[in-house]
Protein backbone atom coordinates (compact mmCIF):
# COMPACT_ATOMS: atom_id res chain seq x y z
CA UNK A 1 0.00 0.00 0.00
CA UNK A 2 1.57 3.35 -1.02
CA UNK A 3 1.92 6.16 1.47
CA UNK A 4 -0.94 8.52 -0.41
CA UNK A 5 -3.21 5.52 -0.26
CA UNK A 6 -2.32 4.72 3.26
CA UNK A 7 -3.16 8.03 4.02
CA UNK A 8 -6.79 8.58 2.47
CA UNK A 9 -7.83 5.12 4.20
CA UNK A 10 -6.44 6.48 7.43
CA UNK A 11 -8.39 9.50 7.22
CA UNK A 12 -11.46 8.63 5.45
CA UNK A 13 -13.89 8.02 8.42
CA UNK A 14 -13.06 11.13 9.73
CA UNK A 15 -14.32 13.22 6.31
CA UNK A 16 -16.97 15.38 6.19
CA UNK A 17 -17.03 15.83 2.49
CA UNK A 18 -15.05 13.19 0.03
CA UNK A 19 -14.93 15.74 -2.95
CA UNK A 20 -11.64 16.13 -2.29
CA UNK A 21 -10.37 12.32 -2.53
CA UNK A 22 -12.11 12.38 -5.93
CA UNK A 23 -10.11 14.63 -7.19
CA UNK A 24 -6.96 12.58 -6.13
CA UNK A 25 -8.18 9.98 -7.71
CA UNK A 26 -9.16 11.65 -10.75
CA UNK A 27 -5.99 13.94 -11.53
CA UNK A 28 -3.97 10.00 -10.97
CA UNK A 29 -6.10 8.30 -13.04
CA UNK A 30 -5.93 11.62 -15.91
CA UNK A 31 -2.02 11.11 -15.64
CA UNK A 32 -2.81 7.72 -16.99
CA UNK A 33 -2.29 5.42 -13.25
CA UNK A 34 -5.93 3.22 -13.73
CA UNK A 35 -3.90 1.27 -11.41
CA UNK A 36 -4.31 3.78 -8.65
CA UNK A 37 -8.73 3.54 -8.14
CA UNK A 38 -7.86 -0.35 -7.99
CA UNK A 39 -5.40 0.00 -5.60
CA UNK A 40 -6.85 2.43 -3.08
CA UNK A 41 -10.54 0.65 -3.64
CA UNK A 42 -8.92 -2.80 -2.55
CA UNK A 43 -7.09 -1.22 0.37
CA UNK A 44 -10.79 0.51 1.43
CA UNK A 45 -12.26 -2.96 1.45
CA UNK A 46 -9.51 -4.91 3.47
CA UNK A 47 -9.43 -2.56 5.59
CA UNK A 48 -13.44 -0.94 6.30
CA UNK A 49 -15.29 -4.79 4.70
CA UNK A 50 -17.01 -5.09 1.87
CA UNK A 51 -20.49 -4.15 3.29
CA UNK A 52 -19.41 -0.46 3.06
CA UNK A 53 -20.74 0.82 6.39
CA UNK A 54 -19.57 4.05 6.38
CA UNK A 55 -20.86 6.53 3.81
CA UNK A 56 -17.90 7.86 3.23
CA UNK A 57 -16.21 4.21 1.72
CA UNK A 58 -19.45 3.68 -0.22
CA UNK A 59 -19.23 6.79 -1.82
CA UNK A 60 -15.29 7.07 -2.78
CA UNK A 61 -15.83 3.36 -4.01
CA UNK A 62 -18.48 3.84 -6.22
CA UNK A 63 -16.31 6.83 -7.71
CA UNK A 64 -13.50 4.21 -8.38
CA UNK A 65 -15.94 1.66 -9.96
CA UNK A 66 -17.55 4.32 -11.91
CA UNK A 67 -14.48 6.03 -12.79
CA UNK A 68 -12.86 3.27 -14.36
CA UNK A 69 -16.06 1.15 -15.72
CA UNK A 70 -17.54 3.59 -17.34
CA UNK A 71 -14.12 5.24 -19.31
CA UNK A 72 -13.43 3.40 -22.71
CA UNK A 73 -10.33 1.46 -22.90
CA UNK A 74 -8.83 -1.79 -22.35
CA UNK A 75 -7.08 -1.11 -19.36
CA UNK A 76 -9.91 0.78 -17.74
CA UNK A 77 -11.72 -1.97 -17.81
CA UNK A 78 -8.95 -4.49 -16.96
CA UNK A 79 -8.73 -2.70 -13.46
CA UNK A 80 -12.47 -2.65 -12.88
CA UNK A 81 -12.52 -6.46 -13.17
CA UNK A 82 -9.08 -6.71 -10.86
CA UNK A 83 -11.50 -4.35 -7.82
CA UNK A 84 -14.43 -6.38 -8.20
CA UNK A 85 -12.60 -9.83 -8.62
CA UNK A 86 -10.56 -9.26 -5.58
CA UNK A 87 -11.34 -11.54 -2.46
CA UNK A 88 -12.53 -9.18 -0.31
CA UNK A 89 -14.61 -7.36 -2.68
CA UNK A 90 -16.52 -9.50 -4.75
CA UNK A 91 -20.29 -9.98 -4.56
CA UNK A 92 -23.39 -11.25 -6.72
CA UNK A 93 -24.87 -7.59 -6.60
CA UNK A 94 -21.94 -6.00 -7.17
CA UNK A 95 -21.35 -8.43 -10.41
CA UNK A 96 -24.53 -7.05 -11.62
CA UNK A 97 -23.88 -3.59 -11.36
CA UNK A 98 -20.25 -3.96 -12.63
CA UNK A 99 -21.46 -5.62 -15.56
CA UNK A 100 -23.87 -3.58 -16.97
CA UNK A 101 -21.76 -0.59 -16.23
CA UNK A 102 -18.85 -2.03 -18.37
CA UNK A 103 -21.49 -2.97 -20.89
CA UNK A 104 -22.73 0.78 -21.40
CA UNK A 105 -19.37 2.40 -22.03
CA UNK A 106 -16.61 -0.23 -23.75
CA UNK A 107 -16.35 -2.11 -26.89
CA UNK A 108 -16.87 -6.02 -26.44
CA UNK A 109 -13.70 -6.36 -27.69
CA UNK A 110 -12.24 -4.49 -24.43
CA UNK A 111 -14.66 -7.06 -22.01
CA UNK A 112 -12.85 -10.48 -23.49
CA UNK A 113 -10.24 -9.77 -20.31
CA UNK A 114 -13.83 -10.80 -18.04
CA UNK A 115 -13.61 -14.40 -20.12
CA UNK A 116 -10.07 -15.16 -20.21
CA UNK A 117 -8.59 -13.35 -16.92
CA UNK A 118 -10.24 -13.61 -13.18
CA UNK A 119 -13.83 -12.72 -13.07
CA UNK A 120 -16.46 -14.56 -11.32
CA UNK A 121 -19.13 -17.49 -13.23
CA UNK A 122 -21.80 -14.86 -12.64
CA UNK A 123 -20.29 -11.51 -13.63
CA UNK A 124 -18.93 -13.68 -16.97
CA UNK A 125 -22.72 -14.56 -17.40
CA UNK A 126 -24.45 -11.24 -16.41
CA UNK A 127 -21.49 -9.31 -18.91
CA UNK A 128 -22.80 -11.90 -21.91
CA UNK A 129 -26.41 -10.55 -21.48
CA UNK A 130 -25.82 -7.19 -21.13
CA UNK A 131 -23.99 -7.20 -24.53
CA UNK A 132 -26.97 -9.14 -26.00
CA UNK A 133 -28.94 -6.41 -25.04
CA UNK A 134 -26.78 -3.95 -26.85
CA UNK A 135 -27.17 -5.89 -29.67
CA UNK A 136 -23.70 -7.42 -29.50
CA UNK A 137 -23.40 -10.80 -31.45
CA UNK A 138 -21.71 -12.80 -28.51
CA UNK A 139 -21.75 -16.00 -30.56
CA UNK A 140 -19.29 -14.61 -33.01
CA UNK A 141 -17.03 -12.45 -30.64
CA UNK A 142 -13.34 -13.49 -30.22
CA UNK A 143 -12.98 -14.19 -26.45
CA UNK A 144 -15.99 -13.98 -25.14
CA UNK A 145 -18.06 -17.05 -27.70
CA UNK A 146 -15.99 -19.39 -26.36
CA UNK A 147 -17.38 -19.15 -22.76
CA UNK A 148 -20.66 -17.79 -23.60
CA UNK A 149 -21.44 -21.18 -26.28
CA UNK A 150 -20.21 -23.87 -22.99
CA UNK A 151 -22.78 -25.75 -21.83
CA UNK A 152 -21.20 -25.66 -17.98
CA UNK A 153 -23.32 -22.75 -17.58
CA UNK A 154 -26.67 -23.67 -18.59
CA UNK A 155 -27.90 -24.41 -15.02
CA UNK A 156 -27.23 -20.71 -14.38
CA UNK A 157 -30.85 -18.63 -14.25
CA UNK A 158 -29.77 -16.60 -16.82
CA UNK A 159 -28.73 -19.44 -18.87
CA UNK A 160 -32.48 -20.39 -20.23
CA UNK A 161 -32.23 -16.67 -22.38
CA UNK A 162 -31.44 -16.77 -25.61
CA UNK A 163 -28.06 -15.43 -26.68
CA UNK A 164 -29.53 -13.68 -29.50
CA UNK A 165 -32.46 -10.28 -28.97
CA UNK A 166 -36.06 -11.26 -29.82
CA UNK A 167 -38.24 -8.99 -32.27
CA UNK A 168 -40.08 -8.72 -28.51
CA UNK A 169 -36.72 -7.06 -27.45
CA UNK A 170 -36.37 -5.05 -29.64
CA UNK A 171 -37.42 -1.65 -27.72
CA UNK A 172 -35.13 -2.24 -24.73
CA UNK A 173 -34.73 0.91 -22.50
CA UNK A 174 -30.89 0.85 -21.38
CA UNK A 175 -29.49 3.18 -18.87
CA UNK A 176 -26.72 5.85 -19.67
CA UNK A 177 -23.86 6.10 -17.15
CA UNK A 178 -21.57 8.18 -15.63
CA UNK A 179 -18.83 9.21 -12.95
CA UNK A 180 -21.61 10.67 -11.02
CA UNK A 181 -24.69 10.40 -12.11
CA UNK A 182 -27.09 7.79 -14.19
CA UNK A 183 -30.19 8.20 -16.13
CA UNK A 184 -32.89 5.86 -17.01
CA UNK A 185 -36.25 5.88 -19.64
CA UNK A 186 -39.70 4.92 -17.66
CA UNK A 187 -42.05 4.04 -20.07
CA UNK A 188 -45.11 3.86 -17.89
CA UNK A 189 -47.91 5.65 -17.94
CA UNK A 190 -51.47 6.12 -19.93
CA UNK A 191 -51.91 4.49 -23.52
CA UNK A 192 -51.38 6.28 -26.52
CA UNK A 193 -52.16 4.65 -29.79
CA UNK A 194 -55.69 2.22 -30.59
CA UNK A 195 -57.49 3.66 -27.37
CA UNK A 196 -60.01 1.27 -25.89
CA UNK A 197 -63.35 3.45 -23.96
CA UNK A 198 -65.94 1.44 -21.66
CA UNK A 199 -69.18 1.33 -23.54
CA UNK A 200 -72.49 0.59 -22.27
CA UNK A 201 -73.04 -1.71 -25.13
CA UNK A 202 -70.15 -4.11 -24.54
CA UNK A 203 -70.51 -7.44 -23.93
CA UNK A 204 -68.54 -9.20 -21.12
CA UNK A 205 -68.86 -12.82 -20.63
CA UNK A 206 -68.65 -14.19 -16.57
CA UNK A 207 -65.72 -15.22 -15.24
CA UNK A 208 -63.80 -17.15 -12.90
CA UNK A 209 -60.95 -16.69 -10.90
CA UNK A 210 -58.48 -18.98 -11.24
CA UNK A 211 -55.60 -17.20 -9.53
CA UNK A 212 -52.78 -19.95 -7.74
CA UNK A 213 -50.16 -18.40 -5.17
CA UNK A 214 -47.48 -19.74 -7.54
CA UNK A 215 -49.18 -18.10 -11.06
CA UNK A 216 -48.94 -14.75 -9.24
CA UNK A 217 -45.63 -14.49 -8.05
CA UNK A 218 -44.83 -15.69 -11.33
CA UNK A 219 -46.31 -12.74 -13.41
CA UNK A 220 -45.04 -10.23 -10.38
CA UNK A 221 -41.70 -11.48 -11.22
CA UNK A 222 -40.92 -8.39 -12.71
CA UNK A 223 -42.35 -5.67 -10.09
CA UNK A 224 -41.61 -8.08 -7.07
CA UNK A 225 -38.27 -5.85 -6.12
CA UNK A 226 -41.19 -2.43 -5.61
CA UNK A 227 -42.43 -4.30 -2.78
CA UNK A 228 -39.62 -6.10 -1.20
CA UNK A 229 -37.31 -2.94 -1.05
CA UNK A 230 -39.78 -0.26 -1.78
CA UNK A 231 -42.74 1.05 -0.81
CA UNK A 232 -44.57 -0.95 -3.62
CA UNK A 233 -47.90 -2.54 -4.39
CA UNK A 234 -48.39 -5.12 -6.51
CA UNK A 235 -51.34 -7.17 -7.69
CA UNK A 236 -51.75 -10.25 -10.18
CA UNK A 237 -54.60 -12.11 -11.03
CA UNK A 238 -55.35 -14.38 -13.58
CA UNK A 239 -59.50 -15.08 -14.74
CA UNK A 240 -61.23 -17.58 -16.65
CA UNK A 241 -64.17 -16.38 -19.66
CA UNK A 242 -67.30 -18.78 -20.20
CA UNK A 243 -66.47 -17.46 -23.89
CA UNK A 244 -64.01 -15.59 -26.68
CA UNK A 245 -63.65 -12.20 -25.11
CA UNK A 246 -63.97 -9.59 -28.06
CA UNK A 247 -61.14 -7.04 -27.62
CA UNK A 248 -63.67 -4.25 -27.35
CA UNK A 249 -64.74 -5.73 -24.40
CA UNK A 250 -61.55 -5.62 -22.16
CA UNK A 251 -62.16 -2.00 -20.33
CA UNK A 252 -65.34 -3.55 -19.58
CA UNK A 253 -64.30 -6.51 -18.39
CA UNK A 254 -61.83 -5.06 -16.20
CA UNK A 255 -63.73 -2.97 -14.59
CA UNK A 256 -66.27 -6.22 -13.39
CA UNK A 257 -63.19 -8.18 -12.15
CA UNK A 258 -63.34 -6.72 -8.79
CA UNK A 259 -59.42 -5.63 -8.96
CA UNK A 260 -58.58 -3.64 -6.41
CA UNK A 261 -55.92 -1.42 -8.21
CA UNK A 262 -59.62 -0.10 -10.48
CA UNK A 263 -61.92 0.30 -7.16
CA UNK A 264 -63.99 3.38 -8.35
CA UNK A 265 -62.84 3.11 -11.61
CA UNK A 266 -65.94 3.94 -14.18
CA UNK A 267 -67.61 5.77 -11.27
CA UNK A 268 -65.31 8.45 -10.04
CA UNK A 269 -62.33 8.45 -12.34
CA UNK A 270 -62.01 6.93 -16.19
CA UNK A 271 -60.64 4.11 -17.16
CA UNK A 272 -57.99 4.04 -20.11
CA UNK A 273 -56.98 1.26 -22.03
CA UNK A 274 -55.45 0.41 -25.36
CA UNK A 275 -54.00 -2.46 -27.21
CA UNK A 276 -49.94 -2.73 -27.01
CA UNK A 277 -47.60 -4.86 -29.05
CA UNK A 278 -45.46 -7.53 -26.98
CA UNK A 279 -42.77 -5.33 -27.53
CA UNK A 280 -44.75 -2.03 -25.57
CA UNK A 281 -45.26 -4.69 -22.59
CA UNK A 282 -41.92 -6.33 -22.32
CA UNK A 283 -40.23 -2.70 -22.75
CA UNK A 284 -42.73 -1.92 -19.37
CA UNK A 285 -41.67 -4.95 -17.85
CA UNK A 286 -38.03 -4.67 -18.16
CA UNK A 287 -37.66 -0.98 -17.18
CA UNK A 288 -39.45 -2.05 -13.80
CA UNK A 289 -37.17 -5.02 -13.25
CA UNK A 290 -33.82 -3.41 -14.43
CA UNK A 291 -34.66 -0.06 -12.98
CA UNK A 292 -36.72 -0.81 -10.17
CA UNK A 293 -38.43 1.57 -8.28
CA UNK A 294 -38.67 4.59 -5.55
CA UNK A 295 -36.22 2.84 -3.16
CA UNK A 296 -33.78 0.59 -5.43
CA UNK A 297 -31.74 0.42 -8.24
CA UNK A 298 -33.61 -2.93 -10.05
CA UNK A 299 -31.21 -5.50 -11.07
CA UNK A 300 -29.82 -4.43 -14.16
CA UNK A 301 -29.97 -5.40 -17.09
CA UNK A 302 -29.37 -9.16 -17.06
CA UNK A 303 -31.69 -10.13 -14.66
CA UNK A 304 -34.38 -7.48 -15.69
CA UNK A 305 -34.31 -9.19 -18.70
CA UNK A 306 -34.86 -12.61 -17.08
CA UNK A 307 -37.65 -11.22 -14.88
CA UNK A 308 -39.29 -9.50 -17.39
CA UNK A 309 -39.50 -12.95 -19.53
CA UNK A 310 -40.45 -14.60 -16.37
CA UNK A 311 -43.35 -12.35 -15.91
CA UNK A 312 -44.56 -11.78 -19.48
CA UNK A 313 -44.48 -15.86 -19.85
CA UNK A 314 -46.72 -15.94 -16.97
CA UNK A 315 -48.48 -13.37 -18.13
CA UNK A 316 -49.33 -15.60 -21.16
CA UNK A 317 -50.18 -18.59 -19.71
CA UNK A 318 -47.01 -20.34 -20.74
CA UNK A 319 -46.26 -23.78 -18.89
CA UNK A 320 -43.21 -22.96 -16.51
CA UNK A 321 -41.06 -25.50 -17.92
CA UNK A 322 -41.53 -24.04 -21.67
CA UNK A 323 -38.21 -23.01 -23.45
CA UNK A 324 -37.58 -19.68 -24.41
CA UNK A 325 -38.79 -20.11 -28.41
CA UNK A 326 -42.37 -21.49 -26.84
CA UNK A 327 -42.86 -18.76 -24.32
CA UNK A 328 -42.18 -16.43 -27.36
CA UNK A 329 -44.12 -17.87 -29.69
CA UNK A 330 -47.28 -17.79 -27.05
CA UNK A 331 -46.24 -14.25 -26.36
CA UNK A 332 -46.74 -12.99 -29.51
CA UNK A 333 -50.65 -14.82 -30.08
CA UNK A 334 -51.75 -12.73 -26.87
CA UNK A 335 -53.12 -9.66 -27.20
CA UNK A 336 -51.31 -7.24 -24.74
CA UNK A 337 -53.41 -4.29 -22.84
CA UNK A 338 -52.38 -1.57 -21.08
CA UNK A 339 -54.80 0.32 -18.66
CA UNK A 340 -54.43 3.46 -16.73
CA UNK A 341 -56.60 4.70 -14.20
CA UNK A 342 -56.77 8.04 -11.42
CA UNK A 343 -58.01 5.27 -8.96
CA UNK A 344 -56.61 5.92 -5.06
CA UNK A 345 -54.58 2.60 -5.75
CA UNK A 346 -51.93 3.82 -7.86
CA UNK A 347 -49.51 6.43 -6.55
CA UNK A 348 -49.70 8.69 -9.37
CA UNK A 349 -46.34 9.28 -8.65
CA UNK A 350 -43.76 8.10 -11.40
CA UNK A 351 -43.83 4.31 -10.92
CA UNK A 352 -47.46 2.51 -11.83
CA UNK A 353 -48.09 -0.12 -14.39
CA UNK A 354 -51.29 -1.63 -15.66
CA UNK A 355 -51.33 -4.38 -18.06
CA UNK A 356 -53.52 -6.94 -18.90
CA UNK A 357 -52.87 -10.04 -21.43
CA UNK A 358 -55.64 -11.79 -23.48
CA UNK A 359 -54.67 -15.33 -24.04
CA UNK A 360 -54.66 -17.02 -27.38
CA UNK A 361 -58.22 -18.19 -28.14
CA UNK A 362 -59.78 -14.80 -25.54
CA UNK A 363 -60.88 -17.81 -23.05
CA UNK A 364 -58.31 -16.35 -20.44
CA UNK A 365 -57.31 -12.98 -19.34
CA UNK A 366 -54.36 -12.49 -17.10
CA UNK A 367 -53.91 -8.93 -15.21
CA UNK A 368 -50.94 -7.32 -13.61
CA UNK A 369 -50.56 -3.78 -12.13
CA UNK A 370 -48.48 -2.28 -9.60
CA UNK A 371 -47.68 0.89 -8.13
CA UNK A 372 -44.60 2.41 -5.93
CA UNK A 373 -43.78 5.84 -4.50
CA UNK A 374 -41.40 7.49 -2.22
Known amino acids: MTEQIQK ?8 EDVTGVWAVVDDRFAQGDAAFPADLGIALVRTYGPEGQMWQYSSVFDHLLRLLATTAGPENAAQALRLVSSAEVTGRKLDRYTASLLASSHEATDLTVAFTGHASEELRACLVHELVLRGVVVEETPGIAGWATLPHWRHHPLGWLP ?12 PSYGTHSSSYSMPYGPSESRELVVSANARVPSVEETTTQATATAMATAVAIWAEESNGRIEARIFDLAEPLDAGSVPNTLLGLGLECLHGAGERTTLSVAVRSPAQAWRVLFAAASTGGAYNSGSYGAYGRLAAWQSLAALAGSPACATSSEVQARVWNCTWHVFDADTKWFEQVAWDIGLAALAPGHRQLAVLAATDTD
Do not use: M, N, Q
Not at 8 to 15: M, R
Open 163 to 174: LTLSDVEGLADL
Open 8 to 15: IVTELPSL
